[in-house]
């Protein structure tokens, strides 16, 4: 079982939760972007840079995920991929992409785009406060340590 990061995106604060949940279990951390970025030294934590060309790291992820991992990701479609290869999805407020619910979030997420570009809606999703990291956190631990049961 490892964690693989779509870091490009992925809020500072988040990849911290991250790196001490991973050192606390002892899970493997990989991380891609497409833009260099440092890690703290652990053998638990790797990193992957890809190209820039558009969703390189989303594609690497889901190329090279096995069932049992975990994606932390805020990108709907890329969740979608990851969910139809079997693996399990988390965003960094703390809601697992399921089965259940990927096609509804597909859907609200193709009607903000169309609001948006119709100027509509000018503005994205607020930044993170604390009750998304501890439920981002909640999420994780819940998820390891079902993952441990199995």
Same mark, same amino acid.
């Not at 972007?33 to 790291?57: W, Y």
């Not at 619910?101 to 607020?126: E, H, K, V």
């Not at 406060?129 to 441990?148: C, R, V």
């Given at each position: 079982?490892?964690?693989?990061? =779509?870091? =490009?995106?992925?809020?500072?604060? $988040?990849?911290?939760? $991250?790196?001490?949940?991973?050192?606390?279990?002892?899970?493997?951390? $990989?991380?891609?972007? %497409?833009?260099?970025?440092?890690?703290?030294?652990?053998?638990?934590?790797?990193?992957?840079?890809?190209?820039?060309?558009? %969703?390189?790291?989303?594609?690497?992820?889901?190329?090279? +995920?096995?069932?049992? @991992?975990? &994606?932390?990701?805020? =990108?709907?479609? /890329?969740?979608? =991929? &990851?969910?139809?290869?079997?693996?399990?999805? +988390? %965003?960094?407020?703390?809601?697992?992409?399921?089965? @259940?619910?990927?096609?509804?979030? +597909?859907?609200?997420?193709?009607?903000? @785009?169309?609001?948006? /570009?119709?100027?509509?809606?000018?503005?994205?999703?607020?930044? +993170?406060?604390?009750?998304?990291?501890?439920?981002?956190? %909640?999420?994780? @631990?819940?998820?390891?340590?079902?993952?441990?049961?199995?």
């Amino acid at each position: 079982m490892k964690i693989w990061v =779509d870091a =490009d995106a992925c809020p500072n604060i $988040i990849k911290n939760v $991250i790196y001490k949940v991973s050192q606390r279990r002892g899970v493997k951390v $990989i991380l891609v972007a %497409n833009q260099f970025m440092r890690i703290p030294e652990s053998k638990l934590f790797s990193f992957i840079q890809v190209g820039n060309g558009f %969703n390189e790291a989303d594609e690497k992820i889901v190329e090279l +995920l096995d069932k049992t @991992d975990l &994606v932390i990701t805020a =990108d709907i479609p /890329m969740a979608s =991929d &990851v969910i139809e290869k079997g693996a399990v999805a +988390l %965003n960094p407020r703390g809601e697992m992409y399921t089965t @259940d619910n990927i096609r509804a979030r +597909l859907s609200m997420r193709d009607f903000m @785009d169309t609001l948006r /570009m119709g100027g509509t809606i000018t503005d994205g999703a607020p930044p +993170l406060n604390k009750h998304n990291i501890q439920n981002f956190t %909640n999420a994780l @631990d819940k998820f390891l340590t079902q993952a441990e049961k199995h």
